[in-house]
């Protein structure tokens, strides 16, 4: 089973890791992102995620539907957390599991690529004089 | 007919609310509807901007319908 979820709690990793444990797999690979003091030199207090979430799932669906037309994987299990973050908290983990850990591996790192790429999802860096909110690179339809 | 627009991160503290509805004449295409948002909240236009029709990105000759839902954002930041 894949599964995608938006949560503004604490994400257990491990609880994302091993519910993508089929039994014809031989290796998850999962990607713990987590919020960075520093971004360009500039110290964050914390972060603060907001998603459109009926689309940002729809989006995760695409693109995992996507990875598997790509490469020999099984399940993908992807957890996005929203609201305010403190540094070194997880925002987004990825799971993925294959019968051979070479395609997880690949597969993770495509699709959280194409995650910051396509799903609608944003976040705000709090500074001590100010914030800012993040805007990615816009190659998707740009007005 | 009427629309729902919705804003998210940037585009929501630029125009100070998170959702509008807007009405539109039938024929009104995404193109049209973001012309009169940007009269509204000018500061829009400073921005590079993504919308998406019912939750799927499109193109901005896309015609709106009665009911739909079209949302206006900065580029992605997630992860």
Excluded at chain 2, 58 to 66: A, I, M, P, T, Y
């Amino acid at each position: 089973m894949d599964f995608f979820e938006l949560t503004s709690d604490p994400i257990s990793i491990e609880s994302v890791a091993r519910r993508v444990v089929p039994p014809q797999c031989g290796a998850t690979v999962t990607l713990d992102g987590y919020v960075r003091q520093f971004t360009k030199g500039r110290e964050s207090l914390y972060l603060v995620y907001e998603a459109y979430e009926a689309m940002a799932i729809k989006e995760m669906k695409k693109l995992v539907e996507q990875a598997k037309k790509n490469f020999e994987i099984s399940n993908v299990g992807i957890v996005h957390r929203t609201g305010r973050l403190e540094i070194g908290e997880t925002s987004v983990v990825i799971s993925v599991a294959a019968p051979h850990r070479r395609a997880a591996f690949a597969a993770c790192e495509w699709i959280i690529r194409e995650l910051k790429r396509t799903v609608p999802i944003w976040k705000k860096e709090v500074y001590a004089d100010g914030e800012c909110w993040v805007e990615g690179d816009a190659s998707i339809t740009p007005i | 007919m009427q629309v729902r627009v919705l804003f998210f991160g940037a585009t929501a503290d630029e125009a100070g609310v998170r959702s509008m509805p807007l009405s539109i004449s039938s024929q009104t295409d995404v193109h049209s509807a973001l012309e009169e948002i940007f009269t509204k909240f000018p500061r829009l236009r400073s921005h590079k901007l993504l919308y998406a029709v019912n939750q799927e990105y499109d193109s901005s000759d896309r015609k709106l319908n009665d009911g739909d839902e079209l949302a206006i954002f900065t580029a992605v930041s997630g992860g």
